[in-house]
């Protein structure tokens, strides 16, 4: 199971990564999709005894995030989404779409180099651990069902239904996103990080973060400095934050 328990002084840190994929997939019948995840979120949550929760999820990890809080939505206290709520952010994926083949070998090959050479900070660091974090016969059901919630599972409205405190989370270079102004207006609190694309550099973070010290712990931006531990990957993760 892709869940790891961390204790910090006043609080319980849980993190799921999809750093996992590659051995988790594709044994025998098993798909690994977001349902998949989700799946295994819960059981995350059973297995340590978590019952409400801060919530932060980045990229896949959003999506899935927010299925969770959707389906859960009295036990998520706060959540923290980084891209991840429409079909805008459902760039990477797409490509199962865009670039359409029946060999795993020859996408995965092909989206790496893609990656590689994208102008986006940080994506070509992403691209160079791709090879030995995700299994290339993974990707189509986990890119296939990310491409299906972003079109159709009207994810806008379930960010914007949840009652919890909400945070979106974005790279400036992603200042672009057409629903910013939108969210905005309906409550959502803006988070933009200075010198980052769709993956965050956590340090920056972490210094944007130590800079600001009125914030209390319990605010989404300490959760999320807390939890986002990607240590350069680029991995999307979604982390459930307890009060012990």
């Known amino acids: 199971m892709p869940g790891a328990m961390m204790r910090h ?22 798909r690994f ?68 083949t029946n060999d795993p070998e020859t996408f995965s090959a092909a989206f790496i180099e893609r990656a590689r050479h994208a102008p986006a900070y940080a994506s070509a660091l992403y691209a160079a651990s791709l090879r030995h974090k995700v299994r290339a016969g993974a990707v189509r059901g986990i890119f296939q069902s990310m491409v299906d919630l972003s079109d159709n599972a009207d994810l806008m409205r379930k960010f914007l239904g949840l009652k919890c405190p909400r945070m979106f989370m974005y790279g400036e270079q992603n200042a672009w996103l057409s629903y910013l102004p939108h969210i905005q207006a309906l409550g959502v609190r803006l988070a933009p990080v200075a010198h ?42 979604a982390c459930f934050y307890v009060y012990s």
């Open 196 to 237: 980052c694309g769709h993956f965050p550099d956590v340090f920056q973070l972490e210094r944007d973060v130590a800079a600001d010290r009125r914030l209390p712990v319990e605010q989404p931006e300490r959760v999320m400095t807390l939890l986002l531990r990607q240590r350069g990957s680029g991995a999307a993760v």
């Open 33 to 100: 999709d977001e349902q998949c995840m989700n799946d295994i979120f819960v059981g995350v949550l059973a297995h340590f005894g978590i019952e409400r929760f801060h919530l932060v999820g980045h990229s896949m990890g959003g999506l899935t995030a927010l299925l969770l809080a959707h389906e859960y939505p009295d036990r998520v206290l706060s959540f923290v989404d980084i891209k991840g709520i429409a079909s805008e952010d459902c760039f990477l994926s797409r490509q199962i779409v865009d670039y359409p």
């Open 9 to 30: 002084p006043g609080h319980r840190q849980c993190e799921c990564t999809g750093q996992d994929q590659k051995a988790a997939v594709h044994h025998g019948h098993i």
